[in-house]
């Protein structure tokens, strides 16, 4: 069965770079799919950050385009945000999602999410 | 960039009421997906393709919609059902993906 899992700090201080990691168990990132991070905020609101392809193609969020990349491991099967000049307002939970790759497609497999708090 | 509107807010529900979830996007859509969720976990795919109920999800629920209006019906509310769901959509050019704000689903 896929799985996925995210990994990173509980903590990053404001002005400081986060970095998390998706981990894929049960199916490999670089056969099909795209490859996405999810974002939601205290009081539940979700935004979409951006995906990278199965080719290694990236997608952002306009909202986000300057201070974020998604690269990835292949050997690893993991795939990786990293958020620059992060503020109190990317405190959230973090969730790596797999969707289709056709317009239609939907978000079938999500990680169990992890936390993030943005503080000095 | 397509906004997605839901409503109610929140809303409760007693056992074997009749139950529905609206979302309206601010232009017309081909398709809707449905996820639901509960505290403490991620959400879940529900319905997709506006339609098409995902693995698992008992026959009560069923999702409707066309152009920019849509919805998530439970036939007769049970206290699992109580979670908050979500509508989601993708604007075409450049592909952006966009949530609703989400419906809090309680059991009275």
């Known amino acids: 069965d896929v799985q996925l899992q995210e990994s990173g700090p509980d903590l990053v201080k404001p002005s400081q770079s986060l970095s998390l990691t998706c981990t894929v168990t049960?199916?490999?990132?670089?056969?099909?799919?795209?490859w996405h991070w999810i974002r939601q905020f205290p009081g539940n609101k979700l935004e979409w950050m951006g995906y990278?392809?199965?080719?290694?193609?990236?997608n952002y969020n306009p909202s986000l385009k300057s201070r974020i990349s998604i690269t990835r491991d292949t050997s690893k099967n993991q795939f990786f945000l990293q958020l620059n000049s992060v503020t109190t307002e990317d405190t959230a939970t973090y969730y790596c999602?797999?969707?289709?790759?056709?317009?239609?497609?939907?978000?079938?497999?999500w990680g169990q999410g992890t936390t993030l708090t943005v503080s000095s | 960039q397509i906004v997605l509107t839901q409503s109610p807010a929140i809303m409760s529900a007693s056992p074997g009421e009749k139950v529905t979830i609206t979302c309206s996007a601010s232009?017309?859509?081909?398709?809707m997906h449905w996820f639901q969720q509960k505290p403490g976990t991620s959400p879940k795919l529900w319905i997709y393709?506006?339609?098409n109920l995902a693995s698992g999800v008992p026959a009560r629920f069923s999702g409707s919609g066309s152009g920019t209006s849509y919805s998530l019906t439970i036939s007769r509310m049970e206290a699992e059902d109580a979670a908050t769901y979500y509508c989601?959509?993708?604007?075409?050019?450049?592909?952006?993906?966009?949530f609703g704000s989400g419906t809090k689903l309680e059991i009275k």
């Open positions: 999602a797999r969707k289709g790759t056709t317009v239609v497609a939907h978000f079938d497999y």
């Open positions: 049960g199916y490999s990132i670089t056969s099909g799919y795209s």
């Open positions: 990278i392809h199965y080719s290694g193609s990236t």
């Open positions: 232009s017309s859509v081909s398709y």
């Open positions: 393709s506006t339609s």
């Open positions: 989601q959509q993708r604007s075409s050019y450049p592909p952006i993906f966009t």
